[in-house]
């Protein structure tokens, strides 16, 4: 018994038989094509986390400015009399 209930014997003559539809070529282009597919989700997914990333530090700063009270200190001299 292998993969439920799929014996290795079983799973090699579906190999075979996909070879022989396919070509060895034809299998590797896909496969090719396959892994440039993932590299690419998971560029995709990166720069998703570094953009909700970005715009979480700059409510962040945002919240932070508005706790910031803008105005001009002075001070006064007195005379002496």
């Known amino acids: 018994m292998g993969f439920g209930g799929i014996s290795i014997w079983q799973l090699l003559i579906v190999l075979v038989i996909v070879l022989l539809l396919f070509g060895t070529k034809r299998l590797k282009n896909i496969g090719s094509d396959l892994g440039a597919a993932l590299k690419g989700f998971k560029g995709a997914m990166s720069d ?28 006064e001299k007195k005379e002496k009399s």
């Open 48 to 75: 998703g986390e570094k953009e909700a990333e970005k715009a979480r530090l700059e409510k962040a700063k945002a919240e932070q400015e508005k706790d910031v009270i803008e105005g001009e200190a002075t001070m």
